[in-house]
């Protein structure tokens, strides 16, 4: 019988019940968040730069400012990419942010999985976590690997985790979580996409661009041991809308392979000849040992304090990392999606998770990491 603490709203599903116990066990988390300074004002593209005269997105509703999704009416998109002033050579970045030392007590270990690249053009603008059944709510284009049934998703959250536990996935080792992110484009080429909502219609002009690698790492926690994910919990990291929130909730980490010892919070990276850009995307790691879910998406599971350790009441889990690698084309041709009022502004880069891993997989992953092997 499994005995794992049930996240409220849990619903077990018949492809994903089967296994021992994984028994929780309390610690803190590896990575900080990092204070990111809002962008400097003028950044972003200028009225001037948008068709018509008019604010971003054209004359519809942008669908809101708040972090709930909704798709409003679409207007004309943009006549060019972001404000060139956001794009800088990577060796002007700062330096990478540093993780906590680890203690005696550190989970130092890792698991990686292969999930592909995106090769099979798996796309939607639609966010299942912000705004699930909600058509196109994400006014954006994401990128998705592992799950890949991402089409029929209801406001019935019960519901579409039973969705996930039987669709089919690019991952390995048949793992069905879902991971996603806002694509990103090549400003030199126009996307297929050029007439429909999520892409021209909400501003997103550009062809979209594969990533060259895709790892899904997780890892451990500096002062202590990580209990398992919960069976469907959902974690977002970064902020679609940190651009108009003064950079509130923001986590980017732009940088180049080879350089990847400095990184930019809020600025597109030049990189040089034979590097290419890569985006580094953090996820929190302190569970509150309950939901899987949360109103606001976040309060369930939060980034550690500065040391690594989870505050009370929170327990350490696997901290996922995406890391994701592209060729561009050269100079400022290249932006991420994004909502229409953001300006595809490098600082609103996020990622969305949904654990629908296997038992034994996860337990797996557990000892991994406690036991510092990469696995």
């Given at each position: 019988?499994?005995e794992?603490?049930?996240p409220r709203g849990?619903r077990p599903s018949?492809?994903?019940?089967a296994?021992?116990a994984?028994a929780l066990?309390l610690?803190?988390?590896a990575?900080?968040?990092t204070a990111i300074?809002?962008?400097?004002e003028?950044t972003l ?13 054209g004359g ?15 207007g004309?998109?943009?006549v060019?990419?972001p404000d060139p002033?956001?794009f ?5 970045a700062?330096p ?11 989970s130092?270990g890792?698991?990686t ?6 090769e ?6 639609e966010n299942?976590?912000v ?9 954006h284009?994401?990128d998705?690997?592992?799950?890949q049934?991402?089409?029929?998703f209801t406001?019935?959250v ?8 039987e669709g089919?996935?690019?991952?390995e080792?048949?793992d ?7 694509v990103?484009?090549?400003l ?9 909502p999520?892409g ?6 550009g ?9 899904i ?5 500096p ?10 919990l ?6 679609a ?7 509130a909730?923001a986590?980017?980490?732009?940088t180049?392979?080879g350089?990847e010892?400095r ?5 597109y ?6 590097s290419?850009?890569?985006?580094v995307?953090e ?5 509150n040992?309950v ?10 599971i939060v980034f550690p304090?500065e040391?690594g350790?989870?505050?009370?009441g929170?327990?350490a ?5 995406h890391?994701?690698?592209y060729e561009?084309?050269?100079?400022p041709?290249?932006a991420?999606d994004g909502?229409?009022?953001q300006g ?5 880069d996020?990622?969305d998770?949904?654990n ?5 997989l996860?337990?797996e ?9 990469d696995?």
């Amino acid at each position: 019988m499994d005995e794992r603490p049930r996240p409220r709203g849990y619903r077990p599903s018949r492809a994903l019940t089967a296994g021992a116990a994984l028994a929780l066990v309390l610690g803190g988390l590896a990575l900080t968040a990092t204070a990111i300074d809002p962008p400097e004002e003028g950044t972003l593209v200028g009225d001037h730069r948008w068709k018509d005269g008019g604010r971003p997105g054209g004359g519809g509703d942008a669908g809101g400012d708040d972090d709930t999704g909704g798709h409003g009416d679409h207007g004309d998109g943009p006549v060019t990419g972001p404000d060139p002033a956001l794009f800088v050579p990577i060796e002007e970045a700062p330096p990478a942010p540093d993780a906590p030392e680890p203690d005696g007590n550190a989970s130092t270990g890792s698991l990686t999985l292969d999930c592909g690249v995106n090769e099979n053009g798996v796309h939607n603008s639609e966010n299942v976590i912000v705004a699930p059944g909600v058509e196109h709510g994400a006014q954006h284009t994401h990128d998705y690997v592992g799950n890949q049934d991402v089409q029929r998703f209801t406001e019935d959250v019960d519901a579409n985790n039973a969705i996930l536990a039987e669709g089919d996935t690019s991952c390995e080792r048949d793992d069905r979580s879902m991971h996603y992110w806002p694509v990103l484009r090549d400003l030199t080429a126009e996307g297929g996409d050029a007439d429909l909502p999520g892409g021209g219609l909400d501003g997103n002009i550009g062809r979209i661009i594969t990533p060259s690698s895709v790892t899904i790492e997780f890892l451990g926690n500096p002062r202590g041991p990580v209990a398992a994910m919960p069976e469907f919990l959902q974690i977002l990291t970064g902020n679609a809308r940190a651009f108009t929130a003064d950079g509130a909730g923001a986590g980017a980490r732009w940088t180049c392979t080879g350089f990847e010892d400095r990184a930019f919070p809020d600025r597109y990276p030049l990189c040089p000849e034979g590097s290419d850009v890569v985006r580094v995307l953090e996820f929190p790691s302190c569970w509150n040992g309950v939901d899987f879910q949360s109103d606001d998406n976040r309060s369930h599971i939060v980034f550690p304090e500065e040391d690594g350790v989870c505050a009370e009441g929170f327990t350490a889990v696997p901290r996922l990392r995406h890391t994701l690698v592209y060729e561009v084309p050269e100079g400022p041709n290249f932006a991420l999606d994004g909502f229409p009022e953001q300006g595809r502004h490098p600082i609103t880069d996020h990622s969305d998770h949904i654990n629908v891993m296997p038992l034994d997989l996860m337990a797996e992953l557990v000892e991994c990491v406690n036991n510092g092997r990469d696995c």
